[in-house]
């Protein structure tokens, strides 16, 4: 079993849709980030958090630490938010980052 | 605002050669991760570096070593390269490290092939 598990991994929605993405993990973290990637493209980090909610823009991040889970929530979905969203945890002792696979969004206009 | 330096961006290379990755990281960063990508894979932690000392090592092959230089730069070394080492390497920095509320932030990766 994957020390991070994220839901679904792929996610088709229509230009508009309210999107969540789940993950779980099993590991103690003192952080969990949120972070996203364009096809062959680099990876950008969306949130950083250790309790409650973040928001940026349309972006909606929560973590329940006790529950061991996390949800990525956006808001009016648009085509260019189309890309690969990573959950990854702070774990091992020097904060090297714990991947889950991540969960492909294509969203359609 | 600077970000996450590497270089080169694409880099070809044939079996059993060597290469060297680079990373510069944020100004005033003292902490850098380097990760591997296979294709259609999530990222791999290989090896950290904090104030020019390793701190932490996953799964990188011994025919891989890194280090970090006095100005923060690391560079990841490969040698008798294969195949399967092609992949995305990433590297990210930070302001600290250990156990803790350090965020990370990412280079634009280097696209590494082996033919």
């Known amino acids: 079993k994957n020390e991070v598990e994220q839901s679904p991994q792929n996610l088709t929605a229509q230009e508009g849709e309210f999107i969540t993405i789940n993950c779980s993990y099993s590991?103690?973290?003192?952080?969990l980030h949120w972070l996203q990637q364009h096809p062959g493209g680099g990876i950008v980090s969306l949130f950083m958090l250790s309790s409650g909610k973040k928001k940026h823009g349309r972006l909606i991040a929560t973590i329940n630490i006790q529950e061991k889970h996390s949800s990525l929530h956006i808001t009016a979905s648009h085509p260019r938010d189309s890309a690969v969203y990573i959950c990854a945890v702070t774990g091992g002792s020097q904060g090297n980052l714990i991947f889950g696979k991540g969960t492909k969004l294509s969203v359609k206009p | 605002a600077a970000g996450v330096i590497q270089s080169p961006r694409h880099l070809i290379k044939e079996k059993r050669e060597t290469a060297t990755l680079k990373c510069y990281p944020i100004p005033r960063h003292d902490t850098v991760y380097w990760y591997q990508q296979g294709p259609g894979q999530d990222p791999q932690f290989l090896i950290s570096f904090y104030e020019k000392m390793q701190s932490d090592k996953g799964s990188i092959p011994d025919r891989f070593s890194a280090q970090q230089f006095s100005d923060y730069h690391s560079e990841l070394n490969m040698s008798s390269l294969e195949l399967g080492d092609s992949a995305l390497y990433f590297c990210?920095?930070?302001?600290?490290?250990?156990?803790?509320?350090?965020?990370?932030?990412f280079g634009p990766g280097t696209r590494l092939t082996v033919t």
């Open positions: 990210a920095s930070s302001l600290g490290s250990g156990t803790g509320y350090y965020e990370q932030y």
């Open positions: 590991v103690g973290i003192s952080a």
